[in-house]
């Protein structure tokens, strides 16, 4: 295949500017062909056809001659002795600042381990959210090497860029609305990733093509002199799936190819907007509407600026046919997205923010998550999930628009209409009705949200929404309440060693602090509320050469801190002024007898001591301690229960559930269904009592119930292992 000439590059730049410095792309084309020299591609071909071809994308979208030249020049710095230094002196700032963004995007190796992978899409994020522009070069070279994967002869290899090409070039691309890039790349990738499945759905539709390619003529002429007729100017035509598009469809929806109603779908092109609703009405009143089917973009444009109006007809011969109708203009946009805004302006030729608003504010919602902190795992999970989603709009009562993935909760609004008011959020009206935080949002809803202070977040939070951004911020949330409460404890503990020790507070633990290599008390406190910090390292470090006589442990009937003071240590063991949690796989209550399980960097976990989680320490008697509940236990504050139930399957079975727990004095908070019968649930209900005694009363009622079969208290081994783990 002959790689194109600078001539052939500059020809095709002059259709849509004009003005373009042909030197400078003669200059940076030559360049570039010098310093990649002999190298070759392993498909044999020349290597600096590379950039030529990553240059004609780019050029096809009709980018800025920087963009292009940053195409020809992407490589160099790379895989040849070029500098940037050089480059900046060549080709100007500009230039070379863009070549360098797109080098350090292709120093990182996306696949690898999945932490490495999340600290990479970090590293790239950033990189891309500095100028948009590296992110456009960076998916033009991804592409061309798409379209060259098959001359890589090693499958694993083959099959991890296309991995990487799915999971972050396609989505971004998506997200910045090139849509013509996402598709090639998204069925480019499937086509290495599932060859059966690729081979299967191009030979049907082929098929298809051949038997119904007469039909699409017909319904397309007939649209268009209807239109025609109306006095509107339109273009017409018959629009085919995309194979990946295919297999997402048969594989979200589980149909086979044979009930896919839309494989093709036909776009009307009108001049101006309100032609689109005048087409839209000549449509609904020639064929019949599917109400469910109907979407306007126009009105409510989707993030990345793409307007069409969506709708699907039933046609005379009981066919579902799928329209988009739109400009010129939104055509265009739907298919290159923020490239679709580059436009002479103020005497040159650069992207008009006035028409297509700032590009880097479609990236914004992911460098949100990366502000939120937390590990590499948790950024790269949210940033997926930030990226995949389809969309739903909804309105603040003062008619702001927010849109969220498909599925999105009340509790995913609060948080995208701001973080703070995500985390102060205690209740929301939906439409004008008070609602779960849980439910789901459709289209045009008006949501409010109550907010009631800052608080810690609600067990249970974080599965209650899907977006990245919320779950991000929810972690960050649980992750400085749980570091207040440590640097509390840890404060406790520390003053009441000093004043133990006769010990003056701030001038005793300088010394200390900078013998363990710690920026401050507040670092101190912490790791000490964590028990990563343990008594006796604290006490080496104020007195150093100590004797070790056994303070690095409390006394007998010592309280253990924590917020309800629910604890005794009972004998010797670790340092209990640390963090405590109550175990969710056995739900410990006041009365029960009870054993706390030290784990670094976490506290206690409080068991009762017939929980089958204990068996696993059996040999770690060192980090056992031996407890008691308080006689303020059960007083200070109610406790979680959980049941296990079976449960008829019969009408107003629940109901009588509830009423004989309302009546028994709890209350209940969660209810599961983890098995079904025709006949019976199995379920677990979470109930606040006040003890084990108060349960044990609990669950004896419900025994009494006629829709109740068996009713016991829940242990980790008579609930299902993925319950069990839940929030543990």
């Known amino acids: 295949m002959r790689i194109p000439e600078a001539e052939d590059l500059i020809a095709r730049i002059r259709a849509y500017n004009p003005a373009v410095d042909a030197a400078q792309i003669t200059k940076a084309y030559a360049y570039a062909r010098e310093k990649h020299g002999d190298q070759l591609r392993a498909s044999g071909e020349p290597y600096y056809g590379h950039p030529v071809n990553v240059a004609l994308i780019l050029i096809g979208l009709k980018l800025d001659p920087a963009s292009i030249i940053t195409a020809l020049l992407h490589d160099t710095v790379e895989d040849t002795d070029a500098t940037l230094e050089e480059l900046t002196e060549k080709f100007g700032e500009e230039v070379a600042q863009l070549v360098d963004g797109v080098t350090k995007l292709g120093q990182l190796e996306l696949i690898s381990e999945r932490t490495q992978q999340g600290e990479n899409l970090q590293k790239f994020v950033l990189a891309i959210t500095k100028d948009v522009r590296v992110l456009l070069v960076k998916l033009a070279d991804r592409l061309h090497n798409m379209r060259t994967l098959n001359f890589i002869s090693k499958k694993e290899k083959r099959e991890r860029i296309a991995r990487e090409t799915a999971d972050i070039y396609a989505p971004l691309a998506r997200r910045i609305g090139i849509q013509k890039i996402c598709a090639d790349l998204e069925d480019l990738s499937f086509r290495h990733l599932n060859p059966p499945a690729w081979v299967s759905i191009t030979r049907r539709l082929k098929t298809q093509r051949e038997s119904t390619s007469a039909q699409v003529a017909q319904v397309s002429q007939t649209i268009s002199e209807r239109v025609m007729a109306a006095g509107i100017e339109a273009r017409v ?144 999970e949210h940033a997926k999930l930030e990226m995949f989603q389809d969309q739903v709009f909804a309105f603040t009562p003062k008619g702001r628009l927010i849109s969220l993935p498909a599925g999105a909760t009340a509790l995913d609004f609060a948080y995208a209409v701001h973080t703070a008011i995500g985390d102060e959020c205690v209740g929301v009206t939906i439409n004008g009705r008070a609602r779960p935080l849980r439910t789901a949002l459709n289209n045009g809803d ?108 409390m006394p007998q009937n010592e309280l253990i801190s924590d917020k309800t003071a629910h604890f005794y240590v009972r004998g010797k063991g670790l340092d209990p002024h640390m963090a405590v949690h109550l175990g969710r796989c056995c739900t410990p209550l006041p009365g029960d007898r009870i054993l706390g399980v030290f784990e670094p960097g976490i506290g206690v976990n409080v068991h009762t001591i017939d929980c089958e989680r204990l068996e696993k320490h059996e040999d770690d008697e060192d980090n056992l301690i031996d407890l008691i509940w308080t006689p303020q236990a059960g007083k200070t504050s109610a406790s979680i229960g959980r049941i296990l139930a079976t449960v008829v399957h019969q009408p107003g079975a629940l109901a009588e559930i509830a009423d004989v727990v309302g009546r028994s004095m709890g209350n209940i908070m969660d209810v599961r269904s983890l098995t079904r019968t025709p006949g019976f649930f199995e379920m677990y209900f979470d109930v606040e009592v006040v003890d084990a005694k108060h349960l044990s009363h609990i669950v004896t009622a419900m025994r009494a119930c006629n829709s109740i079969v068996e009713a016991k208290r829940a242990r980790a081994g008579n609930v299902t292992e993925d319950l069990s783990n839940e929030h543990q």
């Open 446 to 553: 008006s949501v409010e949200i109550i907010r009631g202070g800052v608080q810690e977040p609600p067990h249970g939070w974080e599965g209650m929404v899907i977006t990245g951004r919320a779950r991000s911020a929810i972690r960050r949330h649980i992750r400085e309440v749980e570091r207040q409460e440590f640097e509390k404890l840890g404060f406790a503990f520390v003053e009441r060693l000093l004043i133990r020790e006769n010990l003056k507070g701030k001038v005793a633990l300088k010394s200390a602090i900078k013998r363990l290599g710690l920026k401050n008390t507040v670092e101190l406190y912490i790791q000490v509320g964590r028990g990563v910090l343990r008594t006796d390292k604290l006490m080496d470090a104020l007195f150093p050469g100590r004797k070790d006589e056994g303070t690095d442990t």
């Open 237 to 380: 035509f018959g629009r085919e799936k995309r194979p990946f598009s295919i297999w997402r469809k048969l594989e979200k929806q589980a149909i086979t190819f044979d009930e896919l109603a839309d494989v093709y779908a036909f776009r009307v092109i009108v001049d101006r907007p309100e032609d689109c609703y005048r087409v839209l009405g000549l449509i609904h009143s020639s064929w019949r509407c599917v109400p469910e089917r109907f979407r306007d973009f126009i009105s409510v444009p989707k993030p990345n600026h793409y307007q069409s109006l969506h709708t699907t007809v039933i046609s005379k011969d009981n066919v579902r046919l799928e329209l988009q109708i739109r400009t010129e203009e939104m055509d265009r946009i739907a298919d290159e997205g923020v490239a679709a805004h580059w436009r002479y302006k103020q005497g040159g030729y650069a992207y008009d923010s006035a028409v297509g608003g700032d590009p880097l504010e479609l990236l914004k919602p992911l460098l949100d998550i990366l502000e939120f902190g937390g590990d590499p795992d948790d950024f790269l």
